[in-house]
Nanobody, 127 residues
């Protein structure tokens, strides 16, 4: 079992920055991928970014490339999402996810590829 706890959400003006953190505990593995997803009201949960626990490869959805950066700290068992140049359309509940999966862009964007999920943290960007 793996437990994930997100933190760092809040309210920020457009153009501002926030840093989300996901603390993982339990039986994580180097074969895991860690992902960030988000869900806006009335919309489906969508992929934001992912990082390979071993090696650090990353992958982003097009809408956040150049603005968001995903990183990991293996010693602390944390995965962070630095969000810059935030836009009102980034407003959503952000979820951390983890699971053993083959590093494939096709698989990384699917919610069904991840076994474990955090409870989510709200990010609100005002215009």
């Amino acid at each position: 079992q793996v437990q994930l706890v997100e933190s760092g959400g809040g309210l920020v003006q457009a153009g501002g920055s926030l840093r989300l953190s996901c603390a993982a505990s339990g039986r994580t593995s180097s074969s895991y991928a860690m992902g960030w997803f988000r869900q806006a009201p009335g919309k489906e949960r969508e992929f934001v970014a992912a990082i390979r626990w071993s090696g650090g490869s990353t992958y982003y959805t097009d809408s956040v490339k150049g603005r968001f950066t995903i990183s990991r700290d293996n010693a602390k068992n944390t995965v962070d999402l630095q969000m810059n140049s935030l836009k009102p359309e980034d407003t959503a509940v952000y979820y951390c996810a983890a699971g053993p999966l083959f590093w494939s862009h096709t698989l990384l964007v699917l919610t069904t590829s991840y076994r474990y999920w955090g409870q989510g943290t709200q990010v609100t960007v005002s215009s």
